[in-house]
């Protein structure tokens, strides 16, 4: 074998090796939802509902600008793009403190909550990211997987417990992105689509 190829060889093998391992490194940055209703991943994290309770929303209340709501330190802000009038009486809006937050603890972090209430119920909107430690094991975030129109996955939760019986999770950007309220689930489904990232 001539030394030219086996140079050839060895440079296009370390090639590879960078490849995979940074497809790798970027790998165990992403979010891993799975479907809860395989059985193979029975030991996915169910993380918390991600939502402030209904009563007594913390923050502040606003009159959401033209433009949409963004947080003072620039962190992503889930919203409804144009909340109906049943809803948007009055809007709160809260960006939690995540400065003592542990990377290497297995956890989520919530970084802006949205509470919309009106005439026919209260919805929240929530953004949250997983801790590194957390974004590497798989999680269950609803009871039904769906898409939504334009094809992202979602997960949808019925009927459950607490203020915000109904629920839509996706994710997008790798964060996790929960709608809920006390709204039917096909409005609750409704209002899904229609979430932009300020």
């Known amino acids: 074998m001539s030394q030219k190829l086996r140079f050839s060889i060895i440079a296009i093998l370390i090639l590879g090796g960078v490849v995979i391992f940074s497809q790798t490194s970027l790998a165990s940055e ?13 030991a996915a994290i169910v993380p918390p509902a991600l939502i402030p309770p209904s009563k007594n929303p913390s923050g502040q209340n606003i009159q959401p600008a033209e433009g949409g709501i963004l947080a003072p330190d620039e962190r ?3 919203q409804i793009s144009d909340p109906p009038k049943e809803i948007a009486g009055s809007t709160y809006v809260d960006f939690p403190d995540t400065a003592n937050i542990l990377e290497e603890d297995i956890g989520y972090v919530i970084l802006a909550n949205i509470t919309y209430s009106g005439e026919k119920g209260t919805v929240a909107v929530s953004t949250s990211r997983p801790t590194l430690a957390a974004s590497a094991l798989p ?11 334009d094809g992202t996955t979602a997960w949808l939760t019925m009927q459950g417990s607490g203020d915000f019986p109904n629920r839509v999770v996706f994710v997008r950007d ?9 709204l039917s689930g096909e409005e609750i489904l409704s209002l899904a689509e229609q979430i932009t990232i300020k």
């Open 30 to 42: 992403f979010i891993r939802a799975v479907n809860p209703s395989d059985t193979h991943d029975t």
């Open 76 to 78: 992503p802000v889930a």
């Open 139 to 149: 999680v269950a975030l609803g009871d039904q997987e769906i898409k939504l129109s």
């Open 174 to 182: 790798n964060l996790i992105i929960t709608i809920a309220g006390n």
